[in-house]
C-alpha cells in the first residue's frame, strides 16, 4: 500500500524558514508529477508548487521567489524549502504524487496525498 508521509511543519515567525519533507513508500513503479498544496480555514486547497520528474518545477504566483521544490527520484522524496514566510502562508500543507503502483496485480496510475503538516506564520 501507498503511503506518503510529510515532516516539517511547525510555528515560526514573520520572515522565518521552514523545510518540509515528503516520503513515498510502498510498491511504486514510478513517480511522475510529485507537489505541494495548501488548505487555510474556509479556503480551498489551492497548490503550491510542483515539479515533474524531469525537475521542471511550476510555483503558485504568491510563493515565487520564496519558496523552492526539489525532489530525489532515487529516494521517492519532495522537499518544499520556504523562506521569507508571512502570515498568510498558515495552512496544512500536503503532499501530493501522481504515481505507478500496483492494484489487483495490475500497474496502475494514481493520485497519491500525504496527511498533511500544520504550517502557522506568526506577525
Known amino acids: 500500500q501507498v503511503q506518503l508521509v510529510e515532516s516539517g511543519g511547525g510555528l515560526v515567525q514573520y520572515g522565518g524558514s521552514l523545510r518540509l519533507s515528503c516520503a513515498a513508500s510502498?510498491?511504486?513503479?514510478?513517480?511522475?508529477?510529485m507537489g505541494w498544496y495548501r488548505q487555510a480555514p474556509g479556503k480551498e486547497r489551492e497548490l503550491v508548487a510542483s515539479?515533474?520528474?524531469?525537475?521542471?518545477?511550476n510555483y503558485a504566483d504568491s510563493v515565487k521567489g520564496r519558496f523552492t521544490i526539489s525532489r530525489d527520484n532515487a529516494k521517492n522524496t519532495v522537499l518544499l524549502k520556504m523562506n521569507s514566510l508571512k502570515p498568510e502562508d498558515t495552512a496544512v500543507y500536503y503532499c501530493n504524487a501522481n504515481l505507478l503502483t500496483v492494484q489487483s496485480s495490475r500497474p496502475t496510475w494514481g493520485d497519491y496525498w500525504g496527511q498533511g503538516t500544520q504550517v502557522t506564520v506568526s506577525s
Open positions: 515539479i515533474i520528474r524531469g525537475g521542471s518545477t
Open positions: 510502498g510498491i511504486i513503479l514510478n513517480i511522475n508529477d
